[in-house]
């Protein structure tokens, strides 16, 4: 049987007006405490649960974030959305998570469902094709604190939290050169993106220093598909490369999915080394070479954020997760 007890029906049985009901739940100081305490039981035995509903419609707000990824699928966002939970449950909020599978229009659903369930906050990555950005920027009209992760906009106006690409991506060509590896492959993401922007510049900048020899070849994958049929590509080359360089984990299983199908041992046959969230190349042998950027550590800076924003903070800022490296026997 379903049970639907208002806060009428138990006025109704202890012979109080329901505000009495209702500050009594509150532990209002106006209520006695033999009527807190009644109300408190009755309410308990009766399974009373606040209608969530209605306190949004009143409140014009809620006690539930919205969390915009392109998939839950990649590990990355998986331990992002597991970081924004713990805080959640500390806090007495709760997620809505929703997926863009990085389309535009989809994207822009997402948003609309987030004004209409009066979110407390929106956590975005926006897609490769976000070029528009004003739809995100108008939940400030609305006073819904919005925080951009991991691939954000170049627009400076507006709250970052990012892995530290630039600093991870020069401490993978530092490790590269330091190895003495004379031909490098850098596979990279989708060069529209200001993640891709970074990292591109940053790893290649290495290369361009006054003495060093190395040779540096870049290209771009768009997925883990294109990222293992480029590699095949370079590897069948008569100049193959004998180091391989993955801006992400998606590359990077592509990549290894054409070692792998090539027969080639690491790091004798090919070297990698890659940025990773530290799933990935976990799961090879030798374990990969990687600079760690943990989606787990930016979940708890953008929570700390977006308490900030709730609290008052007006001031945008863009805010970073150092990057460290974790030797494998890849490289």
């Known amino acids: 049987m379903r049970h639907n007890t208002t806060l009428k029906k138990i006025s109704h049985i202890l012979d109080l007006s329901i505000s009495t ?3 009594a739940l509150k532990d209002h100081p106006d209520i006695s405490d033999r009527t807190k305490k009644k109300v408190l ?8 649960e606040p209608n969530t509903y209605a306190i ?21 966002y998986d331990s992002f959305i597991s970081s924004i ?8 909020y709760s997620l809505m998570i929703l997926q863009s599978g990085d389309n535009t229009d989809t994207e822009l659903n997402n948003l609309k469902l ?3 369930n009066r979110v407390s906050g929106v956590f975005a ?26 691939k954000v906009p170049e627009y400076e106006a507006c709250n970052k939290v990012c892995v530290a690409d630039t600093q991870a991506a020069k401490i993978a060509a530092e490790t590269i050169l330091t190895k003495k590896k004379k031909k490098v492959l850098g596979l990279f993401g989708n060069p529209n993106m200001s993640i891709t922007k970074k990292r591109l510049d940053a790893f290649t900048s290495a290369f361009k220093q006054p003495g060093i020899k190395t040779k540096l070849e870049t290209d771009f994958a768009l997925s883990a598909d294109d990222a293992r049929n ?9 100049n193959k490369p004998d180091t391989i360089f993955c801006m992400s984990d ?39 070479t990687f600079v760690e950027t943990s989606g787990y550590k930016l979940g708890k800076l953008a929570f700390a954020r977006m308490l900030a924003c709730l609290s008052g903070s007006t001031f945008m800022q863009e805010q970073t997760v150092e990057s460290v490296l974790v030797e494998g026997g890849s490289i």
């Open 21 to 23: 009901v209702s500050r």
């Open 250 to 288: 998606e590359i990077l299983t592509g990549t290894m999915k054409a070692i792998q199908e090539l027969k080639l041992t690491l790091p004798k046959g090919i070297s990698v080394i890659s940025i990773s969230n530290g799933l990935i190349p976990k799961l090879y042998y030798p374990e990969i």
């Open 85 to 92: 939970e713990e805080e959640c449950r500390k806090t007495g």
């Open 41 to 48: 039981e009755l309410a308990s035995t009766m399974e009373y």
């Open 114 to 116: 987030s004004r209409q």
């Open 125 to 150: 990555c926006i897609t490769p094709n976000t070029t528009d950005i004003n739809p995100f920027l108008k939940l400030g009209d609305i006073d819904i604190p919005l925080i951009f992760f991991d």
């Open 56 to 76: 949004n419609l009143r409140t014009n707000s809620s006690k539930v974030f919205t969390i915009i990824v392109p998939s839950v699928t990649y590990y990355f």
């Open 230 to 238: 480029k590699t095949m590509q370079y590897l069948t080359s008569k």
